[in-house]
Structure formats: C-alpha cells, structure tokens
C-alpha cells in the first residue's frame, strides 16, 4: 500500500464518520465537532488529489471559521439543558429511504456516465488557482467578494439588537 | 485510486447529509448537514476535473467559489437562526409555523 492510498483511506474513514457524527448524535456540540472532523477528512481527500491549497483553504474556512461560527450561535441560541425531544421512529425510516435513494442516484449517475480517465496530477494548485481566478473567472473572484461583504454586513445588521424608541 | 472511490466517497457523503437535512429538526443540524452535500460537491468536481476533464484548476476555482458561497450562507443563515430565537425562543422548525394559515 502506497502513501497516497493509505491517506485515501484515512481520509475517507475520517470524513464517513465525522458526518455520521455530524448528523447522528443528539447533541447539537457534539454535532459541530463532528462536522468539523468531517473536514478534516475532505481535506485529506483533497491533498490526495494533490490540490494542498484547497486542502489548507477548506481547514481554514470550515474548521476555523464556520465550525467556530456554528459554536457562537449555539451558546447564543439553543438551550442546552432541555431534554431532547423523542424522534419519531417513522421519520428516521423516511429519510433514511430518501437519503438512500438519492445518494444512491447520484452514485449511479456519476458511475455510469462515459468519463475518460485521464492521469495528470495537478501540480502547483495555489498558482494555478489565483491564474484562474484573476484571468478566466475574475468576475466570478469579483462577486464572491461583493457577496461576502454584503453578508458580512447584512450578519451585523440582522442580528444588532434595536435601541428600544425604534420599537420591535 | 480510481475516479470512482472518490465519486462513491462524494455520494457517501451527499446520502449522509441528505439524511441529516430531512430528518433533524434543529436549524444549526439542518445547515451542518447541508454544508456536508456542499463538500461532497467539491469532492466529486475535483476529482472529476483531476482525472477525468480537461483542465484540472478549473475543479479547484469551483470548489473554491462553493467554499466562498458557503462561508457566506453560513453567515447569513446563523444571524438569522439568532434572530429567529429571540422571537420565538426555539429553533426547532416544526414550531416555526406562524405563516401556516
């Protein structure tokens, strides 16, 4: 068994079982700690295919940022010391089936369409993506900055407390 | 490996978050789920690109464009799901049916 195969591997375990934590446990901590394990593993993936920029891109963003995020609006919102509520046995069946299906669909589509494997590794990804970004999708780069500042903004603005003349 | 352990990882993947965004209730589980199928997204069109397209940076700027997307619904949806709790001190969607007539 070669490196890549063996973080292939690893990769793939972590990421299977990080989303099994993500959406399985009743805990909704113990959900975003599985989430951000789950990425952890996606980015293991992505190093096997040799794009370490994407792999150091999606660790920052999610682990750091969005996991990070996720735990602020938890302490800010849910409250933890009520007892869950039951599930429903019937839900659970419903949504597994669904979910079986669909990821079942999508795995036949993907395997059954005519792909011409091709063997060459990506080489110098950080390179290679800001030369796409800043020639070939620079509008794309553009808007996804505007986006993110308007979210940014439009985040303070939704959640900023309103003084009470203006009224509720 | 092959193109198609990584295309059954990504379906994995997509199957686990499906499941996740239909049967939880909390708001916060719903998007973890949803941002799974995202990187299960990302997954399939790096690997597409890597070994089966023509030119494989164009994989990473999708999968760059969808991690941006993501890290601002992720904003968006969690100021709201604040919002949405100091109105109605619950973030469970089956009590969030005020609209139903």
């Not at chain 2, 789920?33 to 397209?53: N, Q």
């Not at chain 2, 919002?83 to 109605?88: A, C, D, F």
Request: proline share 3%.
């Amino acid at each position: 068994m070669t490196w890549g195969s063996a973080v292939f591997v690893v990769s793939t375990v972590t990421a299977l079982l990080g989303a099994l934590a993500a959406v399985g446990m009743r805990n909704i901590f113990h959900n975003i700690l599985g989430f951000a394990v789950a990425m952890l593993g996606v980015s293991g993936l992505f190093l096997t295919l040799g794009a370490d920029f994407l792999a150091l891109v999606f660790i920052l963003v999610y682990v750091g940022a969005v996991a990070i995020v996720m735990v602020y609006a938890v302490m800010l919102s849910q409250p933890l010391d009520q007892p869950p509520r039951p599930r429903s046995l019937l839900k659970i069946f419903g949504s597994a089936l669904v979910a079986g299906f669909g990821g079942l669909a999508v795995w036949g589509v993907l395997r059954s369409a005519p792909w011409h494997p091709r063997g060459a590794p990506l080489r110098d990804s950080a390179s290679a993506a800001g030369f796409r970004f800043l020639t070939d999708y620079v509008l794309a780069f553009e808007l996804i900055s505007v986006l993110l500042v308007v979210a940014m903004m439009g985040a303070v603005m939704i959640t900023r407390r309103r003084a009470p003349a203006e009224g509720r | 490996m092959t193109l198609l352990q990584y295309l059954s990882v990504a379906a994995l993947l997509f199957g686990t978050g499906l499941y996740g965004l239909i049967q939880r209730r909390n708001l916060v589980a719903m998007l973890i789920a949803l941002e799974l199928m995202l990187a299960s997204v990302s997954i399939a069109a790096m690997a597409l690109t890597t070994y089966a397209g023509g030119d494989t940076s164009v994989g990473l700027v999708i999968a760059l464009i969808i991690a941006g997307v993501a890290a601002a619904e992720t904003a968006i949806a969690l100021s709201l799901f604040v919002v949405i709790q100091r109105s109605t001190h619950s973030i469970d969607v089956e009590q969030l049916s005020e609209l139903k007539g």
